[in-house]
């Protein structure tokens, strides 16, 4: 059996700076998790992933990553690398 | 240090060149990211975790004051002033735009420097001994080979499309600081018993998901014979290469499926055929080579001021015995800077820094620096009365810490702090070990704590006396350690310890086996890996899991199959 | 119809469809007939061929993806072994590695429509055309 849809973010890289992008509400990109657009089904993630991927002058390694609605309504992320790529490194830089 | 030809300058402008126009032909559409990304690569852009990363070759480790503050230069004006160096003595710029690159890459040629196969499937920036042509146990110095290599392998249009990257290192010492046993072809110099030059090759080695210590394949390789030998290693290698499967397309597994004698035949048939068609100019051109890496002109003056400040200064005297290598010359030193500073990024050095290193090579170093696998920077001759002077100066730049070989200098990938492939972060985990055994490293002494990110091993846990491999458990960080690893001429794979650790039992976990150390070595002398090599995992084991009921059971080398989650 | 690059620019195919396929016809070369054309898998190691050099005309190696590299030591190989006719790279090669490709004894390389269209002749030929000398053969030849 299929396993069960888990909510979704879209992200990528942006082409010409390599910034973390995420798809927000009405196609808008955004470099905010917390402004992401979260994707409740699986029919509508796949559609969206198949528009990501024909932007591909723009988004570079489109996918859809887990997230969850925080108590404040914002998409959150579920897991450690998603954690750093939308906060950028956990350590000071020089 | 190597002086680019003409023909180097117009190769690595042309490339440039090529470069910009593929980068302007992806931004316009006429290239796929599928088919950029193998040329981007081939010029050292990644795309990382949250940004390009642009990866810039040191060819074997070797910079001046100008190359370094060009460098300097770059982190300013393109990214966030600083520059991570790596275990593959590259330096790393982790924030560089799209757009930028090929300008920072002319930046590069202007000081006779390229990003050219710090990546791709192709053969990688030849590595050598840090204390190439300083060290007093050196037999010849390896760098010339390393250029020849270099210059050899550059858009060698047979071998840009391997199964898998490809790495070569190659030492000229007896003693290996170059960890030429865990490389796709390890180049040690040695004499024949006739007293003629020539290497022993070793192949097949690395670490990553499958970790192998490499196999001699000719135990004396005349010198005129290396280039045709190494065309016929790769030759056969990209031959049968597997392709089939990315963990099982590096060398090491050629070699282990084939059969190191069969692999061994089949490359000196190849070998014998492509033997003819170097017909000299490769001699003549290492000869011209070896020219440009003449000793430097020594300077003859008295030590006393170097024993003064020994006597003096219980600072500089831990900075000598630890930071200072014994030199060729016996009035010079090797002096290491570390890039550990207790609490600080390995291999981090900001502008500033680039700079304070350029500035002391110029006055006290013959315009001389190196990187190390070890990440850090070397100033290879210093002469002794100007190590006290050189000392001050570090300090005041953050750079004095006298921690090289012990505890605090770490190894570390740049993990998930930055590396897309990454499972767990490398950087904080090294800081926090560092500041925690501060107070005991100098009574424990020599010891190698390596730290990686991912199975890929850039970290060399593996070889680390400590190795620490950071794993995904269901999205959270799990730390596996192993023990018993070495790097050098007796290199040897660690241990698997047991099971891993939640990062914020890693810590106490390391200190504890820091301390059984002390408590049951043998002696002072005896160091952790002799009294790991003496004692076995058990001791050990017993520290890192005292609530475990002990199972009889060693440990294993540390292998693919029950690693990445 | 597909497109042949050269070094002096696009040409058309004039052999479509005469190759003849290694796999399962020519097993024997010294059966092959004079002049034959022979598609043939990069997987080969190239002696396989020899007893049928003086037959064959024209052999194509394929390349799976432009990121397989095989090709080109197996037509350096071929070269080594005495090959003298025409040699051609098919499938997915793009025009950045047309230089790599004649350096290692390729004479030509079959393109496909798309590839022609996205990658049109001038591409191929400012590759060509803008080449450097290579370090290869600065090492190789006489001292
Ligand atoms: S070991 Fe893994 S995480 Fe660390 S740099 Fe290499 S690929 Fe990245």
Redesign the interface.
């Known amino acids: 059996m299929a396993r069960p849809f888990t909510p979704k973010v879209l992200t990528a890289?942006h082409?010409?700076?390599?910034?973390?992008v995420y798809l927000a509400p009405g196609s808008r990109l955004t470099r905010k998790l917390s402004e992401a657009m979260l994707i409740e089904d699986e029919s509508t993630a796949k559609a969206l992933l198949e528009a990501a991927e024909a932007r591909?002058?723009v988004l570079?390694?489109p996918y859809l990553a887990d997230a969850i609605r925080d108590s404040d309504g914002r998409p959150r992320s579920?897991?450690?690398?998603e954690t750093?790529?939308a906060d950028?490194?956990?350590?000071d830089?020089? | 240090m190597y002086l680019y030809s003409e023909?180097d300058r117009?190769?690595v402008r042309?490339r440039v060149?090529?470069f910009r126009?593929?980068v302007d032909r992806?931004?316009d559409?006429?290239l796929?990211?599928e088919?950029f990304k193998?040329?981007r690569l081939m010029n050292g852009l990644y795309?990382?975790?949250?940004?390009?990363m642009l990866r810039v070759a040191i060819p074997y480790g070797t910079l001046d004051s100008r190359r370094l503050r060009q460098l300097a230069f770059i982190a300013d004006r393109w990214d966030?002033?600083?520059g991570h160096f790596t275990t593959r003595q590259n330096i790393q710029f982790n924030w560089?735009?799209?757009?930028d690159v090929p300008d920072i890459l002319d930046a590069l040629a202007d000081v006779d420097m390229h990003a050219i196969q710090t990546s791709g499937?192709c053969i990688r920036n030849v590595t050598a001994d840090h204390f190439a042509g300083a060290a007093a146990d050196e037999l010849s110095d390896p760098r010339p080979v390393a250029e020849?290599i270099r210059?050899?392998s550059?858009?060698?249009?047979?071998?840009?499309?391997?199964p898998r990257k490809f790495k070569i290192a190659v030492t000229g010492s007896p003693n290996d600081r170059a960890v030429t046993r865990a490389h796709d072809i390890g180049l040690r110099m040695v004499h024949s018993k006739e007293g003629q030059n020539g290497f022993e090759v070793i192949v097949g080695g690395g670490l990553g998901r499958t970790p192998v210590i490499g196999k001699v394949i000719r135990e004396h390789l005349p010198e005129a014979d290396l280039?045709p030998y190494l065309e016929a290693i790769l030759?056969v290698y990209?031959?049968i290469g597997r392709?089939d499967n990315k963990y099982k397309a590096r060398i090491k597994i050629t070699v282990r499926e084939t059969g190191i004698d069969a692999f061994r035949s089949r490359v000196e048939e190849r070998f014998r055929?492509?033997r003819k068609?170097?017909?000299?100019?490769?001699?003549?051109?290492i000869r011209r080579i070896r020219d440009t890496f003449a000793e430097p002109d020594y300077v003859q003056a008295p030590t006393a001021a170097f024993d003064d400040a020994l006597r003096r200064d219980p600072a500089f005297r831990d900075f000598a015995n630890g930071n200072v290598h014994r030199h060729k010359n016996p009035d010079y030193g090797i002096v290491s800077v570390s890039l550990k500073a207790h609490g600080?990024?390995p291999g981090?050095?900001?502008s500033k820094?680039m700079r304070i290193l350029a500035d002391l090579a110029e006055a006290y170093g013959h315009d001389e620096l190196r990187i190390s696998h070890e990440q850090n920077v070397i100033l290879p001759h210093v002469h002794r009365k100007d190590i006290p002077a050189v000392f001050a100066e570090l300090s005041r730049g953050g750079l004095g810490t006298p921690n090289v070989g012990l505890a605090s200098d770490i190894i570390a990938c740049p993990g998930?702090?930055?590396c897309a492939l990454?499972t767990?972060?490398s950087?904080?985990v090294a800081?926090d070990i560092a500041v925690r055994l501060r107070e005991i490293e100098r009574d424990v002494g020599s010891l190698k704590i390596k730290i990686s990110g991912c199975i890929n091993a850039c970290g060399h846990h593996h070889v680390g006396h400590i190795g620490i491999l950071g794993l995904?458990r269901a999205?959270?960080?799990n730390y596996q350690i192993t023990l018993g690893g070495d790097a050098t001429e007796t290199a040897a794979l660690g241990d698997r310890a047991g099971p891993g650790f939640p990062a914020d039992e890693l810590v106490p976990a390391i200190e504890r086996l820091a301390l059984t150390y002390l408590d049951i070595r043998e002696d002072q002398d005896e160091s952790f890996l002799e009294t790991y090599r003496r004692t076995g995992l058990a001791p050990f084991q017993a520290a890192l899991y005292p609530d475990a009921v002990p199972k009889g059971r060693g440990g294993h080398p540390e292998r693919s199959n029950d690693a990445v989650s | 119809m597909a497109t042949i690059v050269t070094d002096d620019g696009f040409i058309a195919d004039d052999r479509a469809n005469e190759f003849l396929d290694w796999t399962e016809a020519a097993q024997d070369p010294a059966d092959l007939p004079y002049g034959a054309a022979v598609e043939i898998p990069n997987s080969l190691?190239g002696e396989e061929l020899v007893p049928g050099f003086d037959r064959i005309a024209h052999l194509r190696i394929c390349f799976p993806s432009?990121?397989?590299?095989?090709g080109?030591?197996?037509a350096?190989?071929l070269r080594?072994l005495g090959y003298a006719g025409r040699l051609r790279a098919s499938g997915h090669l793009?025009a950045?590695q047309y230089?790599?490709?004649r350096?290692?004894g390729f004479d030509e390389v079959e393109i496909d429509d798309e590839l022609a269209r996205?990658?049109p002749e001038s591409v191929w030929q400012?590759?060509w055309q803008?080449q450097?000398?290579?370090?290869?053969f600065?090492?190789?030849?006489?001292?």
Not at chain 3, 138 to 143: F, G, I, N, V
Request: charged share 25%.
């Open positions: 890289n082409l010409l700076d390599g910034d973390v591909s002058s570079v390694g579920t897991h450690i690398r750093l790529r950028g490194p956990s350590i830089i020089l | 023909f117009t190769y042309n060149r090529m126009d593929q992806r931004i559409g006429s796929s990211e088919e193998p040329f795309l990382q975790l949250h940004a390009y966030r002033g600083y560089p735009r799209l757009k499937n020849l210059q050899w550059t858009d060698h249009p047979e071998f840009t499309f391997l280039l030759h990209n031959a392709r055929i492509i068609e170097f017909l000299g100019a490769d001699q003549q051109v600080r990024t981090d050095a900001s820094q998930m702090d930055y990454a767990a972060r950087i904080p800081r995904d999205g959270v960080e | 190691s432009h990121v397989d590299g095989r080109f030591t197996l350096r190989h080594r793009l950045d230089v790599m490709a350096r290692c996205r990658q400012q590759s803008q450097t000398a290579s370090y290869q600065l090492l190789q030849r006489e001292a």
